[in-house]
C-alpha cells in the first residue's frame, strides 16, 4: 500500500440494505490517486507543459464483495500494479475498519498520453518511479 486515506460512508455511498453505490467510489479511487500524485511531486495540472504528457484513464473494474453500511468507516488504499510500455495499473482495495473485512477491490488502467491525446511510452523516469512504487 501506498497511500492510503479513511472515510465514513454516507448515504450517498450505500442504502440502508448495505448495497454499495457504484458510482459513489470511483471519485474517491480517483482523489486518492490524485493526491498520491500531488505529494509525490507529480501535479497533474503542470504535467503537460513541465513533461510533455499526461495521464487518461483508459479503463476501470471494481468488485464489491461484501455489503458496508451507512456510517462504516472505510480505508481506501492505493497500490501500483501491472506497469506496460503505454499504460500501468492502480490497484485499490476498500477495507471496513471494523473488522479489517475488504469491501470491494478495483483496477484502474492509466495511459500516458501527449498534448494530441496520443499514447506514449512511459518515459524512463517516470517509469523508475513507478517500478519503486510498485515494489
Given amino acids: 500500500m501506498l497511500h492510503s486515506d479513511t472515510r465514513r460512508l454516507s448515504y450517498n455511498d450505500t442504502d440502508p440494505a448495505g448495497i454499495l ?3 459513489s467510489w ?3 479511487m480517483e ?3 490524485s493526491d498520491f500524485l500531488y505529494r509525490s511531486g507529480f501535479r497533474q495540472d503542470h504535467s503537460l507543459a513541465a513533461r510533455g504528457w499526461t495521464t487518461v484513464t483508459r479503463a476501470t473494474e471494481c ?3 461484501v455489503a458496508a453500511r451507512l ?3 472505510i480505508r481506501l488504499e492505493l497500490g501500483i500494479g501491472r506497469i506496460g510500455v503505454t499504460s ?3 490497484d485499490y482495495r476498500m ?3 471494523s473488522d479489517d473485512a475488504v469491501v470491494s477491490r478495483a483496477k484502474t488502467t492509466i495511459v500516458l498520453v501527449d498534448g494530441e491525446q496520443r499514447a506514449i511510452r512511459i518515459p524512463g523516469d517516470f ?3 513507478l517500478q519503486e512504487w510498485a515494489a
Wanted: glycine share 0%; hydrophobic share 45%.
Fill in 95 to 97: 477495507v471496513r475498519l
Fill in 88 to 90: 500501468f495499473q492502480i
Fill in 21 to 23: 453505490y457504484y458510482a
Fill in 63 to 65: 468488485e464489491y464483495l
Fill in 26 to 28: 470511483f471519485p474517491k
Fill in 31 to 33: 482523489a486518492l490517486w
Fill in 127 to 129: 517509469r523508475d518511479r
Fill in 71 to 73: 456510517f462504516d468507516e
